[in-house]
């Protein structure tokens, strides 16, 4: 979930309840709505559609809402935290077990040697953000509850060769002279 909307991993992540979730249709397109309250105060985020198959798993390893059909607890404004354990515990942060996954993975280490932590995760989404989805700042600050100045410093790395296609091209009917 964290990768899939870029929610930071602490209270924002922590706080979520089934309640917070949502679905938002725009122009015939159905959207993932996740109410965050956190660091910067509360805010809606869209999540990416691959989301879905992550809350679906988290449904089926949750054995008191085992019972509700995936559809019908969006309606039934639930009060359990969506990040939990199958017996409805809590902890107080996953770090831990993020950890241990990464590490039983092998993917503990960077290329550059830097262990990844959970806000590897946000970094990881502003970046893709950013350079394969092509978002814009103001969209990304909205998304991530950022100021421009602060998406620009830590999460784009975007140069003007790796944006030479949009650097490059001009509109259809633009007449060029050199």
Same mark, same amino acid.
């Given at each position: +979930?964290?990768?899939?909307t870029?929610m930071?991993?602490g209270?924002?992540a922590m706080g979520i309840? %089934?309640?917070?979730?949502?679905w938002?249709t ?13 660091k910067?105060g509360?805010r %809606?985020?869209?999540?990416r559609?691959?989301?879905?198959a992550v809350l ?5 390893? /949750? @054995?008191?809402? /085992?019972? %509700?059909e995936?559809?019908? !607890?969006?309606q039934?404004?639930l009060?359990?935290?969506l990040?939990?354990i199958?017996?409805?515990? /809590?902890?107080?942060? *996953?770090?831990?077990?993020f950890?241990?996954?990464l590490?039983?993975?092998g993917?503990?280490l ?5 262990t990844?932590? *959970?806000?590897?995760l946000?970094h990881t989404?502003?970046?893709? @953000?950013?350079l394969?989805r ?5 969209t990304?600050v909205?998304?991530m509850?950022?100021?421009?100045? +602060? ?6 790395? !975007?140069?003007?060769? +790796?944006?030479a296609d949009r650097l @490059?091209s001009?509109?259809a ?6």
């Amino acid at each position: +979930m964290l990768l899939h909307t870029g929610m930071r991993h602490g209270t924002e992540a922590m706080g979520i309840c %089934w309640r917070h979730l949502e679905w938002h249709t725009d122009k015939g397109t159905r959207y993932l709505r996740v109410w965050v309250d956190g660091k910067t105060g509360g805010r %809606w985020l869209i999540a990416r559609h691959e989301a879905v198959a992550v809350l679906k798993r988290l449904h089926q390893r /949750q @054995a008191d809402i /085992q019972h %509700w059909e995936f559809e019908d !607890l969006f309606q039934q404004r639930l009060s359990q935290k969506l990040f939990r354990i199958h017996n409805g515990y /809590q902890p107080v942060s *996953l770090n831990g077990t993020f950890r241990r996954l990464l590490r039983d993975a092998g993917l503990l280490l960077n290329q550059q040697g830097n262990t990844r932590t *959970l806000y590897s995760l946000r970094h990881t989404y502003a970046t893709q @953000a950013l350079l394969v989805r092509r978002t814009d700042i103001h969209t990304l600050v909205r998304q991530m509850g950022n100021s421009g100045a +602060m998406i620009e410093r830590h999460y784009s790395k !975007l140069t003007a060769t +790796m944006a030479a296609d949009r650097l @490059a091209s001009f509109c259809a009917g633009d007449e060029v002279s050199f």
